[in-house]
């Protein structure tokens, strides 16, 4: 893997006539995660979507760029709400999906050894039909990990889960992406307070910065500093617009 | 197992039925033969039916055959190319308020008694109910794995082969499944306008000569091969289904 870089976003969006977001400043450290924490439709996905360099159908004007200067596409994985399994694929076909569609021979052995390190071994052949909504989204995170991008993006990945598995994930997730510069975007405050090394509240009037808790990610969950710090977020996040 | 002993089930139901109608309706052999003197038709007709239904079946497969690789790639053109969709698609719609039917006439004026006007009728038939059946799947992937597909950094023409077809492919399978249904009606259209053989020839040969067990008898072979045509069909699409890989 490449050095990873950090990302500055400046911007305003909008649909035609009617703005998404008002000018904002994202700064995304390199090699650590940044959480983007918001109510659903404020545009944190379009955000998301516009690092990627995917279709937003939005208008936007300002600009995105590495921290070392060269450009992102081609450095960014990216998981989804969904798992975006292919249904006619095994674990192993699923994993190494990206070097298929990109004409490359398949690292197999890699793609073994990353599936035993999330515990998929015995479902390696197996069809995403037959795993839980958990393992599932493991594959996920395997198949992003094989990417092996410096850069990785995250929408909302683990909202789909029970709470128990989400909390796995998210520790799974913290442990495997450790190193990459990492943008999850999620509308649970207690994710971001337990994952972001910075967090930003995001509404249809603007972009802040919420400063977490000195203790490094990932935070225990039950740790007082990191429940005032989610509670903090939730009110923020409850406060009518100004 | 369960599937084949109810489709005993209702063969003998409707063996009942039918000659139930013949003995209470007291219909005569002329507009209604019974089950036995169709199955006595058949018996002693059997070389004269097999060599009928041999020539509809190559229209048929060979119709089948054409007219699914001419919907796939009508449907991968119209999928890859804006310009197709805009300048043909209009037209491909528009061609089906022609009933093809009406045109089997001049396809036997241009192409002869033979086999081939026949060929032609099942392609027509059954090609734009392949295109537009496998264009549609093409055209629903869900929009997240595209999206994960170009983040992965695939060129559009492997994200078709990749990702678009593999998705589409029970859509196609939908289109398969009525075109092995519909190739034999318009093999049998054609027959009925213009043939030196087929069953659809045989038929009305017979119904010409009266022989109304034999017209019956013929008439049996062509359903059951038909629904031997939807079987194998429906079972090959199973099959590419679960084997997509």
């Known amino acids: ?242 | 197992m369960s599937g084949v002993w109810r489709g005993l089930a209702a063969a003998v139901l409707f063996v009942g039925l039918w000659q139930a109608l013949v003995t209470l309706a007291d219909l005569p052999p002329f507009i209604l033969p019974g089950p036995v003197r169709v199955a006595g038709a058949l018996w002693s007709n059997v070389g004269l039916i097999a060599w009928h239904a041999g020539i509809t079946m190559a229209e048929v497969l060979i119709g089948l055959a054409l007219g699914v690789g001419l919907g796939i790639a009508t449907a991968i053109g119209l999928a890859v190319s804006p310009a197709a969709r805009y300048l043909i698609r209009p037209a491909l719609v528009a061609t089906q308020s022609l009933p093809v039917f009406a045109l089997a006439p001049i396809l036997t004026l241009w192409m002869g008694y033979g086999i081939w006007s026949k060929v032609v009728m099942a392609v027509l038939i059954i090609y734009f109910p392949v295109a537009s059946a496998f264009f549609d799947g093409l055209m629903r992937t869900p929009r997240g794995w595209l999206d994960l597909g170009h983040t992965m950094g695939a060129s559009p023409a492997r994200l078709l082969w990749g990702i678009r077809v593999p998705a589409a492919i029970p859509s196609l399978a939908s289109g398969l499944r009525l075109a092995a249904v519909y190739a034999p009606i318009g093999a049998v259209i054609g027959e009925w306008v213009g043939a030196a053989g087929g069953l659809g020839y045989l038929m009305l040969l017979a119904n010409g000569r009266v022989k109304i067990d034999l017209m019956f008898a013929t008439l049996l072979v062509l359903a059951a091969l038909t629904l031997l045509l939807h079987r194998s069909v429906g079972w090959a699409c199973d099959r590419l289904v679960a084997r997509l890989d």
């Open chain 1, 1 to 242: 893997m490449t050095p990873a870089p950090g990302i500055t976003l400046i911007g305003a969006a909008r649909f035609g006539e009617s703005p998404l977001f008002p000018p904002v400043r994202l700064e995304i450290d390199p090699g650590s995660w940044s959480c983007l924490l918001g109510p659903s439709g404020c545009g944190k996905t379009t955000i998301l979507r516009l690092i990627a360099g995917l279709d937003t159908g939005v208008d936007f004007d300002g600009h995105i760029r590495a921290s070392d200067g060269k450009p992102l596409p081609g450095r960014v994985a990216y998981m989804a709400q969904t798992d975006l399994l292919m249904p006619w694929l095994d674990v192993l076909g699923n994993v190494t999906l990206g070097a298929r569609l990109r004409g490359e021979t398949p690292d197999v052995e890699a793609a073994e050894t990353l599936v035993e390190r999330l515990g998929l071994s015995e479902h390696a052949h197996k069809r995403p039909t037959k795993l839980s909504g958990g393992q599932r989204q493991r594959v996920a995170l395997a198949r992003t990990l094989m990417e092996d991008r410096p850069v990785v993006l995250l929408d909302e990945p683990f909202s789909a889960l029970d709470a128990r598995t989400r909390a796995e994930m998210q520790d799974l997730a913290a442990e495997t992406l450790e190193g990459r510069t990492v943008l999850l975007v999620t509308h649970d405050p207690g994710e971001a307070a337990r994952l972001g090394d910075r967090v930003f509240l995001m509404d249809r009037t603007g972009m802040v910065e919420a400063v977490p808790p000195a203790t490094p990610a990932i935070r225990p969950a039950a740790d007082s500093e990191t429940l005032a710090f989610q509670g903090r977020l939730l009110d923020a996040l409850r406060e009518p617009a100004a």
